[in-house]
């Protein structure tokens, strides 16, 4: 079964981290996050760090739409320049 998470993907705050949503409200994706200030937790993202691979991780609808529409482009000019090799 092949699920569709349709875009905008949206980012939602949550204690201790972000989650981010597709554009129904699925829950798609959660990071955590710890307070800079918290002491011996080495390995645990900030919540500042939690905050940017949300951000980053909604952005991938729009990434993969602009590499789509590269593809495509390339494809279509490659089909040109062999018609007019031909």
Known sequence: MITS???PWRIVEIP???AVEDATGKQ???LYGRAPDAAGHTGI???DEARQMAIDFAS???LFKRDETTV???MIENVKA???NK
């Open 72 to 74: 495509a482009d390339a």
């Open 16 to 18: 201790n981290g972000f």
């Open 28 to 30: 798609i994706g959660v």
């Open 45 to 47: 993202m900030t919540m």
């Open 82 to 84: 062999a018609k007019r």
């Open 60 to 62: 991938l609808p729009e």
């Open 5 to 7: 998470f349709p875009a």
